[in-house]
Every structure is written in C-alpha cells, then in structure tokens.
C-alpha cells in the first residue's frame, strides 16, 4: 500500500490483496483492489476556502403526463425535490428540470444556476408547486440540458439526480446513447424509477454510463427520504474525476477492470489510454468511502523461481493546474512461479468473494430473462444459483429480494420452486438492485 494524498483533504489509500503464486507455466493473475479515502470534511460541512468542495447539482423531474397517475407521484416527486433542495449545503450551486418530451428550466431559469441559501431554496420550493403533468419522455433531452447548465458552473463536484416514471418513448435509444455518450466524464448521475411502468435497464444504464447509483422507488411515499439520501451523497463527495490507471509490463495483457463493491461495474470498455502501456478507467467522485475492484492480468509463462511485477495500479486525479495528473495513491500486482501446489493453487478469500458476487449478478439476470422469455426451467436453473451463491456469500439483502420471487427449497443446494404470482414491484427491485454486492467477511 502507498498513499500520495496531501492532508489538505481526504486521504486516498490502495490495499490489493491477492495469491501472487502461479504454477510453473501458470499465466493468470487475480487481484482485489481495495481503495479508501477517509479523513474527508463532514457531510454538511461548508464548502473549503478556495472552492475545493465546490458543488453544483441538477435535479431532473419527470412530468409527463404519466406521472398523474395516480396523482401521488407527482405529489411524492414534488415534495422529494423540496426534500433534496433543503438538503442542499449553503453555496451549493443548483438548478430544478422539468423533463416531459421536452427539457425546461423551472428554477433559477435563463440558462444559469442559484446558490443555495435560504432565499433560493425557499423561491425553488414555490416553483415547483406550479409543476404538472404533461407531454412524453425524452430523457435525452433532460440529460443534455443538465450538462448545459452544470458546464456554466465552476464546480469541483457535478452531479445530476434524476427521477422517471416511465419508458423513454420519445425519443430513440440511439438518441439516449448519444446524450449519455455526450455527457459521461462531465457529471455523475443518480437516476430512480418510481411505481412499475419504467425500464430498469434504461435507468440502470444511465447510472452505469453516468457513475451513478440507480434504484426503485415502488412507493411514491418514500421518495423524500430517498432523494434527502440521495443529495446527502452528493454534498458529500469531495474529490471529482478520480481513474485507476493500470500499467502493465511489456508481455502482460489485461482480462478485464471491475468494480464489484458496493455494486458490479465492468469498467474494461471505459478504458482511456495515458501512455505507454497505462490506461485510466474511471471512478467519478469520492466522499468518506470505500469500493472494491477486481484486476485480471494475464502475464508470460515463467519457471520456477522467477517472480515480476505484473501491474501497477495507481489513483490519479487531474491536475486543476493543467498539468500532469496527481498521483493519489498506488499498490502492486505481483506475479511469483512457485512448483509448492499448496501455495499455488490457493484461492485468495476477497477474489473468491468477489468472483461469486460477479456471479451472482449474472445468475439473476439470466434468471429474470429466462422467466420473462417463459423458459421455466432456465429461470428455475439460473435463479436458483443466485439463491446459493446468495446464501453462501452472506447477502441476506439479494437473497430476502430473491424470496419474493421463488420458493426456496434448499438455499445451501440451490434447489427453488418459481412462484405463481409475482408482484411486479419485486420482480422490478430484484433486477435493479441484482448487481449490489456485499463485501468480504475479513
């Protein structure tokens, strides 16, 4: 473990924990990195002298015609917004969309954002009380308009919070992916569905484009609570634009870059190249908080004896200066030929925990697909893994989300029975929630 923080602000470090002995002719190599910042301002605290907490934050409210229906949702959506503006810390800079077909600005206005204080939190709350349902969807549209307004704001932390009811029927999905490709790197987005008639792979997928977390409101009753949660990560963050740069010796490819705590992110295809054998994938911003990644290199074969350093993993953040980018904290993957079987062929605790809980996110999602399409047995199969590996790893929230959905039988065995009937907001917070892992037992 190296740290590089300054003490000016949160301390970054890098713990990577792996079995670093390969059989003679062995060739893949398996490691968790486990990064942390502490020692960050509290959240609430005032912004730091010079604008280093800086914040600027977007709410993006759905009011399509949709959301009338029933009329508690967008009741539950107006009084979760004035929830989140009161959430707001004084100096943050901040801007109220109401998305339908369409994207308008429905507080401040004129293309710019308020700060927070008591007068623009109470004119922001009045405005939203004129707030109706109306027109379609195009979260394209809300999403670019977010991206406009954050861009006028110099900001450290820049961050979208944005609630749906439904499907993005206005708009093509190529016009999404167009918005979201526009706007990744420039803020991060937590993104909500509330009741059961949105997609969960469109909100899960603006979250995963946009470093975000996505989750379901079933209940338009506990939406203040979730979006007071929700802003209260955000005034939190402190460092934005964090990347993990991997190097690699000459020889070494990589198999792939994950997060898989708190949630599973495949960050392979995000990858930027920095250089000669280096490439960034990105983290967004950071609070007081840890995540784990797993790193999967492949190296040459060796003999018995030789060992090499097979990656280096190192945060960076970008230099507010222009130039080089800031070295945060670093750790080693290391590579050691050994002919011991017992050393060699032991499976790291955190890399098995972690490659479980990949599994597992996949078993459900192969599992809900299986049952959609009608293939009972394949759902049966599938579901019935993500019921095992559940229990074996000790996440009691995705193994209690999986009983609303099969009868377990057997959790040990992973022998379910489907369940008749479903309630669709269960079967929607399974999928939306498949891919939230829990960490390992130390």
């Known amino acids: 473990m190296a740290n590089f ?58 009011c399509s015609g949709s959301m009338d229906y029933p009329s508690t949702k967008m009741r539950g959506a107006r009084e979760a917004t004035a929830a989140a503006i009161d959430t707001l810390r004084d100096g943050t800079s901040f801007a109220v969309v109401a998305g339908t077909h369409i994207a308008r600005e429905v507080y401040p206005g004129g293309g710019r954002l308020a700060v927070a204080d008591a007068r623009t939190r109470a004119e922001a709350k009045d405005a939203l009380r004129a707030l109706s349902a109306s027109g379609g969807t195009a979260i394209g549209t809300w999403l670019r308009l977010a991206d406009r307004l954050l861009s006028s704001a110099d900001a450290a932390i820049r961050h979208g919070i944005l609630l749906t009811d439904g499907r993005n029927e206005h708009e093509s999905p190529e016009d999404l992916r167009a918005a979201l490709d526009a706007c990744a790197g420039r803020f991060t987005c937590d993104a909500r569905g509330v009741g059961t008639d949105w997609e969960v792979e469109e ?50 490819e990589i198999g792939f870059v994950k997060q898989v705590a708190p949630t599973v992110e495949d960050l ?8 000669p054998r280096a490439g960034d994938y990105p983290t967004g911003s950071w609070g007081d908080e840890s995540r784990d990644y797993h790193v999967s290199v492949r190296v040459p074969q060796a003999a018995v004896g030789q060992e090499m350093l097979a990656a280096r993993v190192s945060l960076i953040v970008p230099d507010p200066a222009g130039g080089a980018p800031v070295t945060l904290s670093q750790g080693l993957v290391r590579a050691v030929w050994t002919d011991d079987m017992v050393m060699s062929t032991a499976i790291n605790a955190q890399v098995a925990h972690y490659t479980g809980q990949a599994e597992l996110a996949d078993a459900i999602q192969q599992g809900m697909d299986a049952r959609k399409s ?22 009691a929230d995705t193994a209690k989300l999986l009983s609303k959905v099969v009868d377990v039988v057997d959790a040990a065995t992973g022998t379910v029975r489907l369940k008749a009937k479903v309630a669709e907001a269960d079967e929607m917070t399974l999928e939306t929630r498949s891919t939230k892992t829990v960490r390992v037992k130390k």
């Open 203 to 252: 909100v899960r997928g603006i979250a995963s484009a946009l470093l975000g977390t996505a989750d379901i409101v079933a209940d338009p009753a506990g939406l203040a609570a979730d979006f007071t949660a929700m802003m209260e990560g955000a005034m939190g963050k402190e460092v934005a634009d964090v990347a993990l740069r991997l190097w690699t010796p000459v020889g070494v």
């Open 374 to 395: 009608g293939d009972r047995d394949g759902a049966t199969a599938k579901l019935g893994r993500a019921v095992q590996l559940a229990a074996a790893s000790g996440n």
């Open 5 to 62: 923080s300054k003490p000016t602000g949160p301390q970054f470090s890098v713990d990577v924990y792996q079995n670093e002995f390969l059989p003679e002719g062995g060739r893949d190599v398996n490691a968790i990195v486990t990064v942390t910042a502490t020692g960050g301002g509290a959240h609430g605290a005032p912004p730091a002298a010079g604008g280093g907490r800086s914040a600027a934050v977007v709410l993006m409210l759905d």
């Open 268 to 275: 392979s295809g995000r990858r930027t190249e920095a250089g």
